[in-house]
């Protein structure tokens, strides 16, 4: 199982489609404020809480009709997976679906993908996997992609603000870094069990904050349930797939592909909000993000570490 896991192939066009499914995430979360008619802070929550615990539930039963049993955690697991779901789901998308209701999906997702940076860095710390110039210059890069995105009022909006961009930065350090715990916790569960469990877990948490905080949801059709259902699916396919790859794979050669992120989330935001994505500064962050990620990669493919696809 392992061999399939980490052939290039697999891996590129795995993480691509990952990338492509969170990517799409930004507008959705959008459309959804305004289809659900959601606009107080506790309503945002709530409504991170239903679509991740509703993932949860969906992943739970995909893992029960794959494996013809009921997915259970260990005791030894519990511990760890919810730990991991707290700050995986919970902390992570307070922060993103707050975020997201005072900035743009094209900004949101330009500063979303250095999250790739983050967990490199991190890696380099706790995993030992070797932080050099050359990887330190591509985080400079793409860092400075972020910056200029949020540098002054235009095109871009109102710039930076703490409750828009600042969240989302917040958003980003912390998924970085659960990118690395993810190669620990999940020595204690299969992929799916563990994302079914953390996913209930922290959308349950983000749920309850939700009631606490006032939040309510405001309308209900056909297309808004829709969209609910699809956003919640997008997590379980993805959150299940980016585990498995990260158990197998170098933490490195699997975020790397966040520069696709950026990329996905500003066309669909494009496309789908009317987000003004051709513009001078936005395509330069655009490529300023990606070139650094993808300098990041291109140092192990020196060092002998190329992928044959």
């Known amino acids: 199982m392992k061999k399939i896991w980490t052939k290039p192939a697999v891996r590129w066009s795995l993480c691509l489609l990952c990338c492509l499914?969170?990517?799409?995430?930004?507008?959705?979360?959008?459309?959804?404020?305004?289809?659900?008619?959601?606009?107080?802070?506790?309503?945002?929550?709530?409504?991170?809480?239903?679509?991740?615990f509703l993932a949860g539930v969906l992943t739970f039963l995909f893992g029960w009709a794959a494996e013809k049993k009921i997915p259970k955690l260990s005791k030894d697991a519990a511990g760890p997976v919810l730990v991991f779901g707290f700050f995986q789901t919970a902390v992570q998308y307070?922060?993103?679906?707050?975020?997201?209701?005072?900035?743009?999906?094209?900004?949101?997702?330009?500063?979303?993908?250095?999250?790739?940076?983050?967990?490199?860095?991190?890696?380099?710390?706790?995993?030992k996997e070797k932080l050099n110039w050359q990887k330190g210059v591509g985080c400079l890069v793409g860092v400075a992609g972020v910056i200029l995105i949020n540098l002054s009022p235009g095109?871009?909006?109102?710039?930076?603000?703490?409750?828009?961009?600042?969240?989302?930065?917040?958003?980003?350090?912390?998924?970085?870094?659960?990118?690395?715990?993810?190669?620990?916790?999940?020595?204690?569960?299969?992929?799916?069990?563990?994302?079914?469990?953390?996913?209930?877990?922290?959308?349950s948490v983000l749920t309850v904050a939700g009631f606490l905080m006032g939040g309510k949801i405001g309308y209900v059709?056909?297309?808004?349930?829709?969209?609910?259902?699809?956003?919640?699916?997008?997590?379980?396919?993805?959150?299940?797939?980016?585990?498995?790859?990260?158990?197998?794979?170098?933490?490195?050669?699997?975020?790397?592909?966040?520069?696709?992120?950026?990329?996905?989330?500003?066309?669909?935001?494009?496309?789908?909000?009317?987000?003004?994505?051709?513009?001078w500064k936005n395509l330069a962050a655009l490529l300023l993000v990606s070139a650094g990620i993808i300098m990041v990669n291109k140092v192990s493919k020196d060092k002998g570490e190329h992928d044959v696809l």
Request: proline share 2%; net charge positive.
């Open 221 to 279: 059709d056909g297309k808004s349930l829709a969209l609910l259902i699809y956003m919640a699916l997008l997590s379980a396919v993805a959150f299940t797939l980016w585990t498995v790859l990260l158990k197998y794979n170098p933490v490195g050669k699997v975020t790397i592909f966040g520069f696709s992120i950026p990329i996905f989330g500003s066309v669909l935001s494009a496309v789908f909000m009317g987000e003004k994505l051709f513009s």
């Open 21 to 52: 499914l969170w990517g799409s995430a930004f507008p959705c979360v959008k459309i959804g404020y305004e289809w659900f008619h959601i606009s107080e802070t506790g309503s945002q929550v709530l409504f991170a809480g239903y679509r991740f």
């Open 155 to 203: 095109a871009f909006g109102e710039g930076f603000a703490w409750n828009g961009e600042g969240m989302i930065v917040i958003c980003t350090t912390v998924y970085g870094l659960c990118a690395v715990a993810a190669k620990f916790v999940a020595k204690y569960a299969d992929a799916m069990t563990m994302t079914a469990y953390q996913l209930m877990f922290g959308g």
């Open 94 to 127: 307070f922060f993103f679906y707050v975020g997201m209701a005072n900035t743009t999906g094209v900004k949101g997702s330009v500063i979303n993908a250095s999250y790739a940076f983050v967990s490199i860095i991190a890696a380099h710390f706790i995993l």
